[in-house]
């Protein structure tokens, strides 16, 4: 079972992925995961809502999400970047079934009720915010969707106990998936060709990292996104996934281009 | 096993249908299905793009698909109006599951390669229109969620041979999978209470309409959005669907209403 995040931010390709799918899937038991940070802020901003964003007082940065930005997130996400994702795999004969989080509550999540953020030095709490924390997933689902033969292709939202939609981080999702079905590899693509040890200088790249160095690289030299992506990779082993490969979505065969060591593993 | 369809033009509404399939689903084998016609007009024009009709030879009205519109018309059915229902449903303990007709090839189309319009007088042809007719149902897909406890809500656009998503009728979508299930009944929830002799005028409903009139109704008297409710539920009714039920959306209870005598039955 292999589980693929392809980021939806700047700097992110897809078609390289799915030629590489197409060529490589052949029925597998794999989802394939999806964001689509960086179409939602195009559409937001031509619908004249330009995205606003916070930063929490630990330096994480996240999307600020009213109703309204809930609402077009999952138009964007579950509409728009889902369903040129499954056209464009369909087209060359993969089977792709899209999903967001909310259908069959496959992914659901504990919504922040409250959130901190820090603005102009101060900080301060939101209470309408509808961000939140992936605590389950429906892992019978996916799996039978799976012997079906379809690749379920998956966004956010996430559906709240109390049954609202969510927007909950891509590749902690990705990662929430990947332990749910007990997959052998979490494989995260993105705008960087894996880790680098000074953001933004591919020289620095981090071919291998340890399970054991993993926390203390998110916490003293990883940044941003990055950052993120650590957190992820950390939950995704400590659920039992084999190993995480970080690696960039733009080259050509980006999937079995970081599984061949083009990009960061982490075991 | 029961086909719903609910319109997506001016004059419906969603919520009553909403609470009436909340009370009254029980996990039975039904499917949603839906469109987003006001929507996508919403959306479009907020982006920049009014939407565009054109007007076959024999006088049906139909979107002007552009491979732009066939982008906002996924976005907002699959993405903004299929979740909302989805969310909605779910948040009052209904497992419902949203899928366009891309998904797992749910909805196959026949692409009109070039369709013929009448524009001030003159009919002209075009060439660049993604627009189709549907030609197979994913039914498998369908019996497979429902023995899972799911309810299927499903929007266009469906995908055509080619692989690419084309826009196709709602209503005849519905008819189709109502034939595919082998549904006994089909129920189309629209603007108005039923069928009328005379367009707009609630008074001359059609309580009940043999088969054997349907043609001759289509022919001389339905107009407008309803001649294709009636083409539908000619389609459904050739392909062994015991009963279409033409209703209002707007009213309380519109399912259980419809189903009990305030609309028209066509069997």
Redesign the interface.
């Known amino acids: 079972m292999l589980v693929i995040k392809i980021g939806g931010g700047e700097g992110n390709a897809l078609e390289p992925l799915i030629e590489d799918i197409a060529r490589s899937w052949g029925g597998r038991p794999w989802v394939l995961v999806h964001g689509g940070s960086q179409r939602v802020g195009e ?1 937001s901003t ?3 809502r330009p995205p606003r964003f916070v930063t929490s007082p630990s330096g994480y940065t996240s999307r600020r999400t009213d109703r309204q930005t809930a ?1 077009t997130f ?7 970047v ?3 994702i ?2 464009s795999l ?3 004969g993969v ?6 989080g ?4 496959l992914l659901t999540a504990r919504r922040k009720k409250a959130i901190r953020v820090k603005e102009n030095g101060r900080t301060t709490v939101l209470r309408d915010d509808y961000t939140g924390t992936i605590d389950g997933v429906n892992a ?2 996916l799996r ?2 799976i012997a ?1 033969g ?1 690749l379920p292709v998956v966004s956010p ?1 996430a ?1 709240s106990e ?4 969510v927007n909950v981080d891509g590749d902690r999702a990705a990662a929430a998936i990947a332990r749910a079905l007990g997959a052998e590899s979490l494989v995260l693509l993105t705008g960087a060709d894996g880790l680098y040890r000074r953001a933004g200088d591919p020289s620095t790249r981090v071919g291998r990292l340890a399970r054991a160095d993993l926390a203390e690289a998110g916490r003293s030299w990883a940044e941003g996104r990055m950052r993120i992506k650590l957190k992820a990779a950390e939950e995704a082993l400590d659920g039992g996934v084999g190993r995480v490969w970080i690696g960039a979505s733009h080259r050509e065969n980006p999937l079995t281009g970081v599984m061949s060591g083009q990009g960061t593993v982490i075991s």
Chains 1, 2 share one sequence.
């Not at 999952?74 to 728009?80: E, K, L, R, S």
């Not at 909310?102 to 509550?105: K, N, T, V």
């Open positions: 559409v031509a619908l004249g609402l999952a138009m964007v996400c579950a509409g728009d889902n369903k040129r499954v056209e369909q087209r060359r089977n792709a079934l899209g999903l967001s909310l259908d069959g509550r019978d689902l039978g969707l079906g379809f939202p559906l109390e049954g609202e939609m």
